[in-house]
């Protein structure tokens, strides 16, 4: 195995020597901080233990405890942490997530997850020895069901040895998965169990590729589709696990940093352990999957003699070495080869209401508008409980039973973002998108993202209706509008999605390089441009998403990034602008009605998951939180939420 550390043994160690050190940096008044951590650093955790041991016949003291005493908060955890042999440190984690106040499912998950059989049992016998108690005894105390039965077969440590490979086996495997999954109603946990808990890493790999023929979706799909709670986010760990553990890893670490507030507990124990196994290739796909350095996320995210000590483990800056790495290329390869196989079976959110009555939804209504005040209650009920076509009905009833236009009467009834969410419901799609459009251009600036955003995820036909509702609804064509407002490149890409997969000659200059981006990019279905980036990867070493980043910038660089990153997973993208919608300060409301109301009938269950994968919050939570506003007259569960947010949240949960 090739070492991927960046920690590794200092050469001429003395352990006698760098005890004297580390007494002398925290005798007196004060403590030598920054000694203590460029040796701690320094050191392999092999030579570490030297060093206590050292300290100890020098001093007659306890290392540990003198650290403790001398430093603190996340520096002093971050140190001692780094002091204690690694099946010690994996051990008290384990137990401070199961003694704790309440479980932290999360560590168990990744801790037993991610761990070989050969670190199984050395924290297993480290349990027994710091805690004196059984550990498969005490997470079967303190969990249950299914997440309980795997987390005791992963405990086993019997996972067949890493190139252990059953050929006859692999195709019997990938179908008895799909039986106990895809193809039956209600899943068959104890297959995944047994199948995920004991078939090698290798043998694993190859299962996948074949269930991946078998059910035209890869085994994460189906995962997130048939399992829930803690033992789906356990069984999705493994797979990722067995695919890449640096990617894992990377994935843990962004989601410790990112948002408000940093998971320290887990930045610190992922950081330990892989230091010296696989830090660089966990930089590696940390950069790849979110086009910034580990190093440099750290940096923004954390501070002080903590924030150094991160920095050393981590080992580098890879913004600064400006390359692309084999090992991620490889990773790239293979999530286009999923994403080319895979076949999405789209859920929405929202479906025909049964028992559908158009005039007795038009004269309650009608009820909800009339007089003083408005019930906001019964308008949100019904708008958001029907589908759009049940909504047309509705507006035609309304007139020819009321002799009223139901939308000038919303209209007036409602205010702000409540009335932009209820009204762009009750359009047509084709019309709520040619208004989203008009938005975008029209407004104060051009809301680029906006464009994007619509026009990498709309379907021929879609993009069809929607230049039709657009000329009608503005007597001129959205591609004359988008000339009218944009310029350079970026309108040319602009205008050849508008134009519906097909690029003017006039638009093409002969041997552009970026017109080559553009005819390839905004011309090819979507599972043939999976092919081609897939195939583009194996050619170059290198990953597209990686060429836009590096090669291009502005407004068309986030256009054809956009486009890559919708052929890849849209549910994904979307997903991923619904978040950047609502995080920081301020909520992008318009962004986030836009994509709710679109895809609220296409694929936002889909977009839910993806959500809740990446953001490790569910959409449903997000926007209950991003929405709430101090307000007396509106109460949810005890708590104060907007009109708005009530709105948003039956959107995502309605199915």
């Known amino acids: 195995m090739v070492f991927r550390g960046t920690i590794t043994d200092a050469p001429d160690f003395d352990p006698s020597v760098d005890a004297e050190t580390l007494y002398n940096a925290m005798k007196g008044i004060g403590s030598d901080k920054e000694a203590i951590l460029d040796l701690v650093t320094g050191r392999s955790n092999a030579q570490r233990q030297e060093i206590v041991k050292a300290y100890k016949s020098s001093y007659g003291k306890d290392l540990i405890d003198d650290l403790k005493y001398e430093l603190t908060g996340k520096f002093e955890r971050l140190i001692v942490s780094l002091m204690r042999p690694q099946a010690y440190h994996d051990a008290k984690e384990i137990h401070d ?6 479980t932290d499912e999360k560590c168990l998950i990744e801790v037993l997850a991610s761990r070989n059989n050969q670190q199984i049992h050395a924290l297993v016998a480290a349990y027994k020895d710091a805690y004196g108690s059984d550990l498969e005894e005490d997470i079967i105390g303190d969990t249950s069901g299914h997440f309980k039965k795997m987390l005791i077969v992963l405990l086993q440590g019997t996972r067949d040895d890493p190139g252990l490979v059953y050929p006859e086996l692999v195709e019997e495997d990938a179908q008895a998965l799909y039986d106990a999954g895809e193809a039956q109603w209600g899943t068959e946990e104890s297959i995944f169990i047994m199948l995920l808990g004991n078939r090698s890493v290798t043998h694993l790999r190859m299962v996948f590729d074949k269930y991946q023929e078998i059910a035209e979706k890869a085994i994460e799909d189906s995962i997130k589709s048939e399992l829930s709670g ?39 124990r992922i950081m330990i352990c892989r230091s010296e196994i696989d830090m ?25 003699d903590y924030k150094r000590t991160l920095l050393a483990l981590c080992g580098g800056d890879d913004d600064l070495a400006g390359e692309f790495f084999p090992e991620a290329a490889q990773l790239a390869y293979k999530m286009w080869e999923i994403s080319s196989m895979t076949k999405v079976q789209l859920r ?61 009467d919303l209209k007036s009834e409602l205010s702000k973002n409540l009335e932009r969410l209820i009204i762009g419901l009750m359009l047509t799609p084709a019309e709520f998108d040619a208004k989203m459009m008009r938005k975008a251009i029209e407004g104060a600036g051009t809301d680029e993202h906006a464009l994007i955003e619509i026009l990498v995820t709309r379907t021929n036909e879609q993009i069809h209706a929607m230049n039709a509702a657009y000329k009608h609804a503005y007597k001129k064509s959205l591609e004359e509008a988008i000339q009218s ?23 093409l200059t002969k041997g552009s390089y970026y017109c080559a981006f553009m005819s390839i990019l905004c011309t090819r279905s979507f599972p043939h441009l999976r092919k081609v980036f897939q195939e583009f990867v194996r050619c170059s070493n290198k990953d597209i998403e990686q ?28 997903a991923n602008r619904l978040y950047k919608a609502m995080k920081g300060i301020g909520t992008d409301d318009r962004a986030l009605i836009r994509i709710m109301v679109s895809r609220s009938e296409i694929d936002l269950f889909n977009i839910r998951k993806e959500f809740k994968e990446t953001h490790d919050c569910s959409l449903h939570e997000f926007i209950q939180v991003e929405t709430m506003v101090v307000s007396s007259h509106f109460m949810v569960c005890g708590r104060p939420y907007s009109c708005l947010g009530i709105s948003l949240a039956h959107l995502t949960s309605s199915l």
């Open 97 to 102: 997530a199961l003694k704790g106040a309440g």
């Open 280 to 304: 660089l290739d966990i930089r590696e796909c940390f950069r790849m999957g979110y086009e910034k350095s580990l190093y440099n996320m750290i940096k923004e995210d954390t501070s002080g």
């Open 230 to 268: 803690d033992f789906e986010r356990l069984m999705l760990a493994i797979v990722q696990c067995i695919r890449s553990v640096p990617m894992y890893f990377a994935k843990r670490l962004y989601k410790s940093m990112k948002g408000l507030g940093t998971q320290d507990n887990t930045l610190i």
């Open 348 to 408: 929405p959110t929202i479906r025909p209401a049964s028992e559908f009555d158009p005039a007795d939804d038009a004269q309650n209504l009608r009820k909800a508008m009339k007089g003083f005040g408005t019930d906001e209650d019964t308008i949100i009920n019904i708008v958001v409980n029907r589908s759009n076509e049940q909504r047309q009905e509705i507006k035609q009833v309304f007139k020819s039973l009321l002799g009223r236009d139901l939308m000038k």
């Open 485 to 507: 407002d944009t310029s350079g490149r970026f309108c040319q890409i602009l205008t050849a999605l508008v134009q519906v997969m097909f690029i003017h000659s006039h638009l």
């Open 547 to 574: 060429i836009i980043k590096k090669e291009m910038s502005g407004d068309l660089k986030q256009a054809m990034y956009g486009i890559v990153c919708s052929v890849k997973n849209q549910p994904n993208y979307l």
